[in-house]
């Protein structure tokens, strides 16, 4: 008699870590993204155009590198092989125009296997976003407000004379940590309960420029000065800096008429992630440097 006792299937649950491809893995949210995936546990795959020429430096250890443009569907194919999530950004990473790839890109995704993507949102809906909510899959909008990195662009001018020059200074902004937006994106991607869903991010209160260089000046240990310009000022210190006109007209709008949901703090980072929203005096400390003289 043959004893069968022991070919019974194994049915316990694999531990094997889900992975995920992150578009867009090099930019100030996608590297978040990675390092909040990778901190879960999670497999990663960061996605570039030319591997060559992407600047991965501060990348952690263990982050797989692949080819693919989203601009080039077909390209994804390999990519995607046994992804479980999917974090996508909504412009071509080469001219930054709006992708109209994402019926291609939403039909691939589902072909292999794919059960959840997160969108950067562009500010508005765009083909992609749109393809993505249309599709089967479940699918969260990321909406962050302003980003607390883009105090960087103060850096060479306080490193200079230790002066902020901006127009609207008294306008409030609820700008938000990038590691929260990428802790909220590696949740969504991760975990169930967040599927059509649109999350607009915000950090945990409304600073003004000079609250801003004031929390600056306290990490970097030395006095900052804010300096008004009027809109013409601005205009030509925004043109003389390269910026596109259809982006200075965004920042005059922006600025100048901040809409509620730029300055009013609200507690999704908390409700999504467990944990309270980074303020702006601790993303100061951990980029003072950026900030002091040399």
């Known amino acids: ?9 194994n049915t316990a649950p694999s531990t094997t870590p889900d992975l995920f491809l992150v578009a867009g893995a090099t930019g100030t949210v996608g590297r978040q993204t990675v390092r909040e995936l990778l901190s879960r546990g999670h497999l990663v ?12 430096s501060g990348f952690p250890d263990g982050v797989e590198v692949v080819r693919g443009d989203l601009a080039d569907p077909a390209s994804l194919v390999p ?22 790839t994402g019926p291609e890109i939403v039909e691939l995704a589902a072909k292999a296997g794919v059960r959840r993507i997160t969108v950067l949102n562009g500010g508005g809906d765009t083909p992609l976003q749109d393809a993505v909510k249309a599709g089967d ?19 060479q001018g306080i490193r200079a004379d230790d002066t902020v020059r901006e127009p609207f200074v008294g306008r409030l902004s609820a700008m938000v940590h990038e590691g929260d937006i990428g802790a909220v994106a590696a949740v969504a991607l991760s975990e169930d309960g967040h599927g059509g869903k649109s999350y607009l991010i915000t ?21 900052i000065e804010v300096v008004e310009l009027t809109e013409a000022q601005a205009l030509e210190q925004w043109r003389a800096a390269g910026q596109p006109e259809e982006v200075i007209g965004f920042l005059l709008e922006v600025y100048g008429n901040t809409p509620p949901e730029g ?21 100061a400390a951990e980029n003072a440097d950026a900030f002091r003289r040399v």
Do not use: S, Y
């Open 1 to 9: 008699m043959t004893n069968n006792a022991n070919t019974t299937p």
């Open 45 to 56: 795959r960061a996605l570039t155009r030319d591997p060559d020429k992407a600047d991965f």
């Open 79 to 100: 990519a995607l092989e046994g992804v479980t999530g999917l974090h996508l950004i909504t412009f071509d990473g080469g001219n930054f125009a709006a992708l109209e």
């Open 137 to 155: 899959m479940a699918w969260t909008v990321l909406m962050p407000v302003e980003f607390m990195a883009n105090a960087l662009e103060w850096a």
């Open 203 to 223: 950090g945990p209160e409304a600073l003004t420029i000079q609250d801003k260089a004031d929390a600056l000046a306290a990490a970097r240990g030395r006095e």
């Open 263 to 283: 300055r009013t703090p609200i507690g999704t980072v908390a409700e999504v992630t467990g944990r309270p929203a980074r303020t702006f005096a601790q993303w």
